[in-house]
């Protein structure tokens, strides 16, 4: 039997792709802002119902330059969570600027907005919390902290493509967002990110930022990187965004499939979506309780037969190697993100998973997890 992978990319036919890339060859024009990244700037803003977004080379370089577009002070403190992928942590350090750790709520893992507010100090001028899993953040309590005490909030919305909280977009939340579009995430661009937000005037430096800082032919206006999404990236995102609504009716078909098999199941907490969220269904992790099931038993049960889950997040990214030796603040006290971090397995979850295949993943987990 195939091995089951934790995910695979969406992609079109080898012919739609081929017949988006043809204008690229014929006109010899291949990256710098050309007709596909123009025409997919405005695709992706009437589909995510947003008023700006600025593309980027992935959505590690989104995350990191949005940070940097803020201006904050070197050491300026920046409270965050550490149950996430390394790419926030290290945006926020690769800045020059220093990770406070918040924990995490225990319904969806999100930041516990009820946490911040002690950690913060003369020094923080920034929030960074996650959408993990797609899940939203508390944005009216992260927001109404932000403004008393006079902070910046950036998102990490890399797994919220296409998210909405009451006909809304998450991605309007904040000062900025910023996506990613990697192989692995439910809309793809091979690589690729985008920063979202609300004030246009912000659009300019943004794209100065990813151009070497170069606003015009003989204008350097600041030593900006490189951080440009290529014509190919593009145009594969053209073609994924016209598949995008269909592919996630597939992935809801296996996610439902999921909840019908595991929810109620002693030991076993499965994600919840609230009846005012659009969902774009993207990952399924199930946290046990470490008695009747236990997380690393069945990643190894699953991985016997030739299935491979994930332990998405952990460790935490305070743990990590080049961290830990910090000790930054707020690691010390994060109880729930340790106790979920320990507890997490993300299942495999793709549009053309079968159902036969999450009936025999979920079978071994109930019979041999323990
Ligand atoms: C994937 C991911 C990123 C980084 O995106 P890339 O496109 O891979 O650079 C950042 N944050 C989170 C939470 C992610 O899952």
Redesign the pocket.
Known sequence: MDKILVTRPSVPSFEEYSEEIKRCFDIKWFTNMGEKHQILEDALKDFLKIPNITLFA??????ENAIAELDLPKGSEVITTPF?????TH?IVRNGLVPVFCDIREDDYTIDASKIEALITPMTKAIVP???YGNICDDDAISAIAKKHNLKVIY?A??AFGVEKNGVSVLLYGDAS?????A??VFNTV???AICYKDSSREVRYNDMKNFGIHDEETVSFSGGNAKMNEFSAAMGICNLRHFNEECLKRKNVFEHYVKRLSDIDGIKILEIKSDTKSNYSYFPVVVDGVKFNRDNIKAKLHENNIESRKY?YPLTCDFDCYIGNSYKGSDNIPVARRISQNVLALPLYADLMLEDVDRICDLILAGGK
């Open positions: 992935n959505g590690h370089l989104a995350l996430t992928f390394a790419s926030t945006a996650v959408h993990v990490d890399a797994h910023a996506l990613s579009f990697h692995t995430k690589e690729g990110g997040f």
